[in-house]
């Protein structure tokens, strides 16, 4: 039957791929990349999204291609104070920004409000064009998001450490979650060299690689685990190398899944998703990766005497 | 573990036929009114809409509390005959000077004697300087806020509806606040006024004497004129309150040519109102709506019919709307809208269709994928996807969710992730294969090692979304829910069902090698 053997094979059967040789240079290499990705955190830092900033963005469509001129001429006459007026998506696609008042000001909230109908006016005496979108967030929400947000990505954090600690030793959880660590500052990273604005969708997409990071994680830690049971005497790093190599074929064969579900995704899902699936389609190369290079690695560092209590004098022997 | 009764397997195909029938709402019409029809709603992203987020003003409703009080200590202290100095109420409470410091003692007593709405409302005290304090407690305010709360909610809706919005989503949040959504409303304005006002109509007599003093005298308040340029000193006291309206509608008035807005009393209101207007024939009625002055006629004769008419210069938006808020009650409290967001129809058909797209593509993929790289098994990891997709859209319709664009995106990342669990089957197949063992061994010893890898993962990434559903807001939830429902399902399509297909192939041909 046509359909029955699988036609491609990913991994050749039986690989013995030396990973933990490399242990240092893929340690390393994770460390200068966090090390920078911090220092980006710092200085420019993060572009936060209406979200977790707060102010105002309108999106237009024009009749024909946007005119900048003509559109702060029409902000001007309503007295709005655009802090920017760009293009976005299509040549007849403009997107405003205003900033809101800040909160200490009294009635910060009505007049957020009074701008954003200004806006709409502004864009109501140009000839054919309309608003696809309007939002704002006032500076008392955004503050409340950005919490809620971080509380969430705080909690999961935890939650992921607790459910590995119950499942596995201190040395696998550990080591899961320091990867995690790296993985997100990477992630952080990756958001500030790409200018894609930080916000709840940001922080749903963050989430979601770590989650997959974990799972991926869990998949390796579980065959070691098995393997450390199977084979008494074997060292550490060997048996590591053993299991990696024996869920190889998984590991890649999940990541291309989910690198494919997510890839059409950054190429069409439009200007909302696609900044969305980019970041996805970055965690699933770092999350994949990291289980090899550095969530394997930092067990056997951990690991090296604990885990093999009983294969030194055997090795001795 | 190789063994399928035939009760499993009717349930396992009965749960995905039942899955297919929960879909089906969202295809084709309802055939019978008597069905249950739920069918999964699209968010406002997706159809276009406005999202609103209103806050009630605390300041506001500490405010007229603390005034309610001022009252109440004012009538408390005279009924007991002590005396005050300087009786004054701040943004932190009410103040006064007892008239000696031998009368603080009886004063405090008297006070803390008034009836509270709320355990603990408020608290009296000696505060430095001989004065007696009444603070509101913090919990009293939270309480109060949420009673506020309770209480919009219903005159939202009323004025909503009074709009002709379809399907609006009015929901608390919070102890002080309510999101408003409304579906295919894409610009807010007109609703966003209606609800920024109100609405407290009361009616007072104008204190002649005291126009043109520069200070007014007690009992009577300066209010703002409509026109924002003069003010009139009415007394403070409400003689009608406009809650007790039971109609209110908008016309044109035969002899001005002019909008107006006609109302009509309870028998409440229609007798205060009677009574008042008999006794004050020739002088001058305010009628203040939210502490400004629309007019203010000379009462011409008593009005006994309990009706009357507003004229104030409206156009004929103006005269609907305030017809309609008079309808609809005065708010509690103001209500500031803090947060807004919304999408016009042609950007969330864009979004549709974008989302459409890269949901078929990345579906096409992942089965082209599984099809080249894992051979029969993996087309049955494929007949388990599809089926995964028909409960995800089932479980939704039931708890007729809102499908977010991001919600999309946890479906389209659900079914990337859910071929996961059939990698890790088929790949221990193959190693338990290459080890040399029997076509069943090998199956069996797949299934039952990667049970324990596949739960585990599962679970972590379940945590991971289910905090992200509890801490989250706005669209973030829509992901999160259907990933967590997702990966619900998954484990039931790929553990139960992708497992029976392979288990059925295998009783039916006995192979003595496998497709791997």
Known sequence: ?317 | MMYYSRLRMASVIGVCLIGLALCLPNVIRQPMASLPWRQIHLGLDLRGGSYLLLQVDMNSVTADRLRGLQDETRQTLLKNSLGYRNLTTSAHGVTFTPRTPEETQPDLKVLRAMPMNVPDEFRVEQAEGGQVTITLSAEAARQRAYDAVTQSIEIVRRRIDATGAIDPEITRQGDDRIIVELPGISDPERVKNLLGTTAKMTFHLVADSAIGSAVPPPGVEMLPMTDGQSKLPVFSHVDVDGADLTNASASIDQQSGEWAVNFTFDSTGAQEFGEVTRANVGKRFAIVLDNKVIEAPVIRTAITGGSGQITGGFSAQQATDMALLLRAGALPAPLNVIEQRSIGPSLGADSIRAGGYSLAAGFVLVIAFMALFYGRFGWYANIALLANLVLMTAILSLFEATLTLPGMAGMLLTLGMAVDANILINERIREEVARGRSALQAMQAGFERATGTIVDSNATALLAHVMLFVFGTGPVRGFALTITIGIVTTLFTTLLLSRMLMVRWYARTRPSTLPV
């Open chain 1, 1 to 317: 039957m046509m359909f029955d053997r699988p036609l491609l094979r990913f991994v050749p059967r039986g690989t013995k791929i030396n990973f933990m040789r490399g242990r240092f240079i893929g340690l390393a290499t994770s460390a200068v990349l966090s090390v920078a990705s911090l220092i980006l955190f710092f200085h420019p830092g993060l572009t936060l999204g209406l979200d977790f900033r707060g102010g105002i963005v309108v999106e237009a469509r024009t009749q024909g291609p946007a005119d900048f001129n003509t559109i702060r001429a029409a902000l001007s006459a309503q007295h709005v104070n655009a802090a920017g007026v760009q293009s976005f998506g299509g040549p007849d696609d403009v997107l405003i920004r205003l900033d809101t008042p800040p909160d200490s000001e009294p009635d910060h909230e009505a007049r957020t409000q009074a701008m954003v109908d200004s806006v709409r006016h502004a864009i109501g005496t140009l000839p054919g064009a309309q608003v696809l979108r309007a939002d704002a967030v006032g500076a008392s929400v955004s503050k409340e998001l950005f919490r809620n947000g971080m509380l969430a990505l705080g909690i999961s954090l935890l939650m992921i450490l607790a459910y590995i600690w119950f499942r596995f030793e201190w040395e696998f959880a550990i080591s899961a979650v320091v990867t995690l660590v790296l993985d997100l500052t990477k992630a952080i990273g990756f958001l500030v060299i790409t200018h894609f604005e930080f916000d709840l969708v940001m922080v749903a997409a963050i989430l979601t690689i770590l989650g997959y990071s974990t799972n991926d994680k869990v998949v390796v830690y579980d065959r070691v685990r098995e393997n450390l049971r199977k084979y008494r005497t074997m060292p550490l790093a060997e048996l590591i190398d053993l299991s990696i190599n024996e869920t190889l074929s998984r590991t890649l064969g999940t990541s291309s899944t989910v690198f494919l579900a997510a890839l059409p995704l950054a190429l069409f899902g439009g200007a909302s998703l696609s900044g969305f699936a980019w970041v996805m389609l970055f965690g699933i190369v770092v999350g994949t990766s990291s289980s090899i290079f550095i969530a394997a690695p930092l067990l056997l560092l951990m690991g090296e005497k604990r885990l093999r209590r009983d294969a030194r004098p055997a090795a001795r022997n």
